[in-house]
């Protein structure tokens, strides 16, 4: 801090202040600094993101209250919330923090709609990630923003009909709203394509709760056996 201006900014200067700001566990020094390197292209693009990332997750994972990850939140770029990693991960920590479900999608919407318009936008992983949280945050919220959304879901799994993430996260937002028809029809046709072996087993779940709502014992007895072998 007390060399002058045009040294502090040289690479080899910031590179020592990125460490010793990490081991000090000033996290917001450390992003601060990272992302100085990264202009300065003192990284890769692959190496200076991966960084800044993981700099940004410490930051949101600890936040202890929703005015602290708001902070956190409102102190990234456009380009940084529009990391997958990130908006899931803020998005996560703010339903656990308690807020409502209406601005965990809201933080979630670009990241939705650049994996619609890019299949390959999202790992498999994160597609899961994803679908967990927007399932969760569909649970509260205002009435209005859940219809909005219900529609948003709708529309995408009509446009991609053999995803199974999609059929299980539209079969759950239809089960929400009391549409059990469709959540019937939508979980049926996830639970046989479902790769994530904890979405197979919450699909199959949802199909024995819908089972015993319609009294079929015979029906539910099934949907809860290939949920415990899922």
């Known amino acids: 801090d007390a060399l002058p201006q045009g040294a502090q900014r040289r690479t080899v200067a910031l590179r ?3 460490k010793a700001a990490r ?5 917001p020094v450390a992003l601060e600094t990272a992302r100085l390197l990264a202009k300065h292209r003192a990284f890769s693009p692959a190496a200076a993101q991966s960084l800044v990332r993981g700099l940004i997750n410490e930051m949101i994972l600890g936040a202890h209250d929703l005015t ?5 939140w409102n102190g990234l770029d456009v380009a940084e919330r529009e990391m997958p990693e990130i908006a899931i991960q803020a998005a996560q920590r703010l339903m656990a923090l308690g807020a409502d479900g209406a601005m965990a999608r809201s933080w979630l919407l670009p990241v939705w709609e650049q994996a619609l318009a890019r299949p390959d936008f999202l790992t498999d992983v994160q597609g899961v990630k994803l679908v967990r949280v927007l399932e969760v945050g569909l649970v509260s919220g205002d009435t209005v923003a859940d219809r909005d959304w219900l529609a948003r879901i709708e529309m995408a799994q009509q446009r991609f009909v053999r ?4 059929q299980y996260l539209a079969g759950k937002a239809c089960m929400n ?3 059990w028809g ?5 979980l049926s046709q996830a639970s046989i394509g479902l790769k994530d072996a904890g979405l197979r087993a919450s699909a199959w779940r949802a199909l024995a709760e819908l089972a015993e709502q319609r009294g079929d014992a015979g029906g539910a007895a099934q949907a809860w056996k290939r949920a415990a072998e899922s």
């Open 182 to 186: 469709k959540a019937q029809q939508l």
């Open 23 to 27: 081991l000090a566990r000033q996290t």
């Open 16 to 18: 020592i202040k990125l």
């Open 177 to 179: 709203r009391q549409l």
């Open 68 to 72: 602290q990850l708001q902070g956190v």
């Open 163 to 166: 995803d199974s993430n999609l």
